[in-house]
């Protein structure tokens, strides 16, 4: 069992969309969650940072953290075309390495 | 956020040859900076970790006479593919580590290399 499970996708929605995307893990000491974006050919773009449970809101991005279910999700809200890109989340501990997903590749249709 | 600059952003080299990549911090100082290999629809995998003054740390796997890595200053990492074949060819990305921001990680725009 891989450290940390994301959907691969490819994730395709019209403009103006609720687009949810998430990831499971299985190591129960990670302490900090991130989703970076990643455009074709461009280094990873730090989108969000977490390091407790609930939820954290950044204009249409919001992250949401469950340590108890060892889940994470971000959700965008009123999709756009320019949202089109691979989306990884991330996690890990103090002092540890950072722990990829596989990386969603999402599709916003105008 | 912090910014990381990663030249070249593409290189072609012919089998055989050594290409060096330089990743810089440009308003932080990084003592850790790390290396990742990226295939196309795949997540980034870990290389190596740099620490300024000293060796680098390499994943199970990789080879450190391949890639060779440098962190002689807080805001400069080498990585050079010597000899690269082209099951070399890949997408190379750092990032740095900024431990005034908790430990988030910037990356650099990455270098894609194509050994012919």
């Known amino acids: 069992q891989k450290e940390v499970e994301q959907d691969p996708g490819p994730l395709s929605v019209p403009e103006g969309a609720i687009v949810s995307l998430n990831c499971t893990y299985s190591n129960s000491a990670f302490q900090y969650f991130m989703w970076y974006r990643q455009y074709s050919r461009k280094g990873p773009e730090l989108l969000m940072y977490t390091y407790s449970s609930g939820n954290k809101e950044d204009g249409r991005f919001t992250a949401q953290v469950d340590k108890s279910s060892k889940y994470i999700s971000l959700f965008i809200r009123d999709s756009q075309p320019s949202d089109s890109a691979t989306y990884l989340c991330a996690m890990g501990n103090q002092g540890g390495k950072l722990i990829f997903g596989q990386g969603t590749e999402l599709s916003v249709k105008p | 956020g912090a910014v990381v600059s990663q030249h070249p952003s593409r290189v072609i080299c012919k089998s055989g040859t050594s290409v060096k990549i330089e990743c810089r911090s440009l308003?932080?100082?990084?003592?850790?900076m790390f290396w990742y290999r990226q295939f196309p629809k795949q997540s980034l995998m870990l290389m190596a970790t740099s620490n300024e003054g000293s060796k680098a740390t390499y994943e199970q796997g990789v080879e450190k006479d391949k890639f060779l890595i440098n962190h002689a200053s807080l805001t400069l990492s080498t990585l050079t593919v010597t000899s690269a074949h082209p099951e070399d060819s890949s997408f190379y990305i750092c990032?740095?580590?900024?431990?005034?921001?908790?430990?988030?990680?910037?990356f650099g725009s990455g270098t894609q290399l194509s050994v012919l």
């Open positions: 308003d932080f100082q990084a003592t850790t």
């Open positions: 990032s740095a580590e900024d431990r005034d921001i908790n430990e988030k990680l910037f």
